[in-house]
């Protein structure tokens, strides 16, 4: 412990008992006060911090995302959430002070008396929520951002679907078309290297919804394969509501895969890894090829239609 950690530790925990007890005497303004829905000020009493100044109190400084119990401070009351505490190595990022198990119980209260709006208000939620179930909630708002579907680099773009269809076109490149039928040839030379990358995204416009098509080869155990699989730019909700086949042809011999576009919810690693998808296996696709050994020529057909 560094020197005076007693002393610190002493100072602090009185500091909570005495927060603790100013509280504790306003437990009841807090629940029958208007701020529960959305007040201009903590409790309504004048010279009290507003509610955007109590969301900046909640907001860890390393991570800066809104704390829950347990939330942590130092000697000098310098608050983080408990997974940043564990990252920092139990130092406090603002000075310098050993954390130790000092628990900031006069925040934690606070929190539990606040209804806040959703973060992702922004893009279209109205709905707010007491301070605990705001953050069980924003995990699964049909509001939230989506991760940039673009599997061929480590993106860390994120927005609504129009954001998302910009940044693919403009930043990534990525080929769109207009239809719910398409036919795609893939030609790769020296299909002997199978590697872990995706090999081409194509956005399909269908029904006024986007749809992505991959196209890659991976290995699956030691057997190297060559997969397609597509996905919709939207909810899983919604992804329900359609369906998909593809066929791959050549050389007197056909493979059909019909099935539902996985959400974008669902990371590309996530569906590829399922095999929810059609999936060629080498050797079948040089068949497909015409027995070319020395360059692989896919053919994919594909139709999305939706069920009613």
Not at 178 to 198: L, W
Request: include cysteine; charge should be neutral; charged fraction near 20%.
């Amino acid at each position: 412990m560094s020197p005076g950690g007693h002393f610190c530790e002493d100072v602090a925990e009185s500091r909570m008992a005495f927060a603790d007890s100013d509280v504790a005497t306003s437990t009841g303004d807090v629940r029958t006060s208007p701020f529960r829905k959305a007040a201009p000020g903590l409790l309504g009493i004048p010279g009290m911090p507003s509610n955007h100044n109590v969301h900046d109190l909640l907001e860890c400084p390393v991570c800066m995302n809104l704390m829950c119990p347990p939330i942590h401070q130092c000697p000098n009351g310098h608050t983080l959430c408990s997974s940043c505490k564990v990252r920092v190595h139990n130092c406090c990022p603002t000075c310098r002070n050993e954390l130790g198990n000092i628990r900031c119980l006069a925040l934690e209260k606070v929190a539990e008396s606040l209804d806040l709006p959703c973060r992702y208000q922004i893009y279209g939620c109205q709905d707010i929520f007491p301070y605990y179930s705001k953050l069980k909630h924003e995990k699964i708002c049909k509001y939230r951002p989506y991760n940039c579907p673009y599997a061929g680099a480590d993106c860390s773009v994120t927005g609504d679907i129009q954001l998302l269809m910009m940044h693919l076109k403009n930043d990534h490149k990525v080929d769109m078309h207009d239809g719910c039928t398409f036919n795609h040839r893939y030609v790769k030379s020296n299909p002997q290297e199978v590697d872990n990358a995706t090999w081409m995204l194509t956005i399909f416009n269908c029904f006024g919804r986007q749809f992505c098509l991959h196209f890659e080869a991976f290995h699956i155990g030691t057997a190297p394969v060559y997969m397609a699989f597509l996905r919709f730019m939207g909810d899983d909700d919604e992804a329900k509501q359609f369906t998909y086949s593809l066929e791959v042809s050549g050389s007197g011999r056909k493979l059909i895969w019909q099935g539902i576009p996985r959400s974008i919810r669902d990371s590309h690693r996530k569906v590829r890894d399922s095999q929810d998808g059609l999936i060629i296996q080498r050797n079948l696709a040089l068949f497909f090829s015409g027995g070319n050994r020395q360059e692989l020529k896919l053919k994919v057909a594909g139709r999305i239609w939706k069920e009613h």
